[in-house]
């Protein structure tokens, strides 16, 4: 059996999980800590309650354990094992452990646990060298983990920049894996091919003109997303002229929602707030949050998804939803995404973070020579759920027949 430990049903594993269980080529059950996105629980980075609109717990196997719980969920102590996980895998007949990272200590324990009852260990982590970089801890932390990672047998690595990582830290080539991060790309198609004929529809809502090119920002309105560069960015190029009018759509909440409300001239907004824009800021919608089945409402009415996110950014899973639902992105050069989805097709819509003059060259790029939605979406099925399951289908074959790294 594969018994995969994380910590909470999060949406852009589940389809993993369940076409692992109708493929039945690897006998799956998944272990989970928390009911977080299950349950209507406050995000502190949405600043609300919410739980994810789509059927997260149906299809395969799972269970809910009892862990120990610390008071914050950005708190490496928020999960911890109680004692004799490893004695559950010996009984359970778990030939393989497969972890979602290590930034909470219950990770660390299920590994050294795994090891102690001869359970061979897989690793699927977002960590990359910008995310990772600085810091006066940086050394104590870089032996911890370089113990930690001593004991995992397989890397599944999403992406170029993560693979990087795991090659800084001196694992070796064979113990590597694809795995993409990846999102249910048919889903999003779906979804987008459905809503495409209501796309004005949509714009006149969240009050989009007819003729403007909307740039869309999707995601937490946080510091390390950095939405306030988008605003920046606009309000530059709307000073020097465009053939186009120019919109922003922000769709998410949080910390940052009233100051991007004050930097903007609103046309729409949901939550009817009361800071107003100054006259010299860009348009601006303000959708507020859209849960999973209505998201792609935004990649359809939207022109161009925006993520100018910082290195904390160690991924950037928007890009995906965006590209299968045929959107074009532009992305800073420290989202993690940027090497495998950005750079290999539209290197110009790729931009040094923070450099508010080079993101404007990026939107004025795609506003002049709009990316191939055929395009987009033939490079992005090389990020589909089926490339991590056929990895992960190989690899546990390997472990069943003895093969090591």
Request: glycine residues 8%; hydrophobic residues 40%.
């Amino acid at each position: 059996m594969l018994a995969v430990l994380t910590t909470h049903p999060i949406q852009y594993q589940i389809p993993i999980w369940k076409a692992l269980s109708v493929r039945r080529n690897v006998p799956l059950h998944v272990i989970y800590m928390s009911d977080l996105g299950f349950a209507h629980r406050c995000d502190p980075g949405f600043g609300s309650d919410f739980a994810w609109d789509i059927d997260l717990l149906t299809g395969y196997d799972h269970e809910f354990i009892k862990v120990q719980t610390g008071s914050s969920q950005s708190s490496f102590l928020w999960l911890r094992l109680g004692t004799g996980f490893g004695k559950m895998l010996k009984a359970m007949g778990v030939r393989v452990l497969w972890v979602q990272g290590w930034q909470v200590a219950a990770y660390w324990q299920a590994v050294r646990e795994a090891r102690r009852v001869g359970v061979q260990v897989w690793l699927r982590g977002e960590t990359n060298l910008r995310s990772n970089a600085g810091g006066p801890l940086k050394v104590l932390k870089r032996g911890l983990l370089s113990r930690l990672l001593a004991r995992v047998d397989r890397f599944l690595y999403i992406g170029e920049a993560n693979r990087q990582f795991y090659i800084s830290q001196g694992i070796r080539a064979n113990q590597m894996m694809f795995a993409p991060y990846c999102v249910d790309n048919a889903r999003f198609a779906a979804q987008a091919s459905r809503l495409r004929s209501q796309r004005q529809a949509l714009r006149r809502h969240w009050c989009i003109p007819e003729d403007a090119f909307c740039f869309l920002f999707l995601g937490k309105l946080i510091s390390k997303k950095r939405p306030g560069d988008l605003v920046d960015a606009l309000r530059g190029l709307r000073m020097k002229g465009t053939k186009r009018p120019l919109h922003l759509l922000f769709v998410g909440t949080g910390e940052l929602d009233d100051a991007l409300r004050q930097a903007c001239l609103i046309a729409f907004d949901e939550e009817n707030r009361t800071s107003h824009g100054r006259n010299a800021g860009p348009a601006a919608s303000f959708a507020g949050f859209l849960n999973q089945t209505a998201v792609s409402q935004a990649y359809v009415a939207a022109d161009c998804l925006v993520l100018p996110s910082d290195a904390r950014e160690t991924w950037g899973l928007v890009v995906n939803e965006a590209m299968a639902s045929g959107l074009p992105c532009v992305t800073s050069d420290a989202c993690g995404c940027t090497e495998d989805l950005i750079l290999p097709t539209y290197p110009e819509l790729s931009y040094p973070v923070g450099d508010i003059a080079r993101l404007q060259q990026s939107l004025e790029a795609v506003m002049t020579n709009q990316p191939s939605s055929h395009r987009l979406i033939a490079h992005i099925d090389n990020y589909d759920v089926l490339r991590t399951v056929e990895t992960v289908e190989r690899l546990y074959a390997d472990a069943c027949n003895g093969t090591t790294a």
